[in-house]
């Protein structure tokens, strides 16, 4: 027998077994090169937009550069169009009308631009013992010892008594101030050490250290509050009452990275789910004469469960899929009801060192491409909208056509905890949906990680849903 032949065992298991590939195994150098160009994009995205608003604005403005014009369903539109609509400032849908009637169905990829952050109360300033803080209500689900004693910066609007707008940006470019929420020496935490970790820093401790110099004077109390104000109103025109009328965000104050020494991986705050946001933004503004409209919706609110008017389980999405129909004089519910749509959301990746958490042969890994999660929720898959067989074998011969690295997910082992996305919300269009995105690891904390060739395979995973034939 030649020395590299292979034996009947390896012939069987190549034909029967399935093993996971790991992306920067299979990928030639050429593709893991385009990979990390792309994640340079990607970096450099991420760095500029950490709330809803600021990736809803620059994805709107890259999409005017590219011919996307605000979509009026009074118009004729022809295959290769591109329009947008903006929501309220905070979610946008991207669409390039195809060859095919909306008769026929339209693709979807779905992606959240929000996550969680500290924001800021309606009434935040106080000074305490010649300190002046802000107060914040925790946006969707975090561990608050790990927010801080670390830099934040604040984002956001502002509405004034006259109605007019500011915007608020605070401790991003070089040289600005920046925030923080103390957290007690060890020496003295004998007492906080006690708690369990979930208390270890509580709620009403999420505290935003805003100013410690009072505004010279001979009397008068809480001066150190009142040059706070007085910094502000000389920089935004504000008063204190127009923190009522205030969506302030507190975001982690890092730059974008390179982690590890080979660079494989990219460490930043709010890829969860920015990172399955970019690559299908740039898939639906790369995708040439598709065959069905593609739309990629970008919305807010998913980290709170999708309610309000800019998060999925509001009527926003179904109204603009129905005005496309109006176009063909179609009903908006038969061309949802042959839809197609990939949630890009991200999932948990295994962690070598919290093993416990994961059942290893149904976890992502990082580096072993997209992760298509078929069902989230908790509990005996409550919460979820568990896709359908047939649905993942489109999906899978979809993504292998086209050489796209991917693996299969669930979220933690059974019982462990549990999660949803915006999948659910899409499925109760009666469109075929299934979560695809990009595994990360420490999910949710102010700085997660991500594997730049998972960003890389979303991209050519999306991409490839969009030009798919049928
Ligand atoms: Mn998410
Ligand atoms: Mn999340």
Known sequence: MAKNEKTEVEILKDKLCYEPDNAASVLDDSEIAAGDAFCEKYMSFLNSCKTEREAAAFFKALAEEKGYTEFDKTKKYKAGDRVYRYNREKSIMLAVFGKKSAAEGVKIAAAHIDSPRLDLKPN??????????????????????????IPL?????????????????????????????????????????????????????????????????????????????????????????????????????????????DRSMIGGYGHDDRVC???????????????????????????IGSDGNTGLN?????????????????????????????????????DPTFSSAFEKRNSSFINRGIVVTKYTGARGKGGTS??????????????????????????????????????????DLNVDV???GVPVLSMHAPFEVVSKLDVYMAYKGFKSFFESKD
Request: hydrophobic letters at 40%; charged letters at 25%; proline letters at 3%.
């Open 124 to 149: 935040p300033l106080y000074e305490d013992d010649e300190t002046a803080f802000l107060k914040t209500h925790y946006y969707g689900g975090i561990k608050k010892y790990q927010w801080t004693a």
């Open 153 to 261: 910066s604040m984002h956001g609007v502002v509405v004034l008594q006259d109605g007019s707008k500011v915007t608020v940006s605070i401790g991003e470019k070089a040289g600005e101030p920046k925030f923080v929420v103390t957290d007690l020496l060890p020496h003295l935490a004998a007492e906080q050490m006690k708690r369990p970790l979930s208390e270890g820093v509580k709620g009403e401790e999420l505290n935003i250290l805003i100013g410690s110099r009072p505004f010279k004077s001979d009397s008068g109390s809480e001066l150190v509050k009142l040059n706070i104000l007085k910094l502000l109103n000389e920089k935004y025109g504000m008063t204190e009452k127009d923190f009522l009328s205030a969506e302030l965000e507190m975001v982690p104050a890092f730059e974008v990275c390179d982690i590890g020494l």
């Open 386 to 427: 568990d896709a359908s067989a047939e649905f993942v074998g489109k999906v899978r011969r979809i993504f292998d056509g086209a050489n796209v690295v991917w693996q299969v997910g669930e979220l933690g082992k059974v019982d462990g905890g549990g999660g949803g996305t915006v999948a659910k919300y899409i499925a």
């Open 277 to 303: 946001a970019f690559p299908s933004a740039m898939a639906v503004f790369d995708v040439e004469a598709p065959e069905y409209t593609c739309i990629t919706v970008l919305t807010d609110k998913e980290e």
């Open 314 to 350: 509001s009527s926003y999405f179904k109204y603009f899929v129905c005005d496309i129909a109006s176009l063909e004089g179609l009903d908006g519910r038969d061309v949802l009801s042959k839809s197609e749509c990939l949630s890009a959301d991200v999932n948990a990746a295994y």
């Open 434 to 436: 299934v979560d695809v």
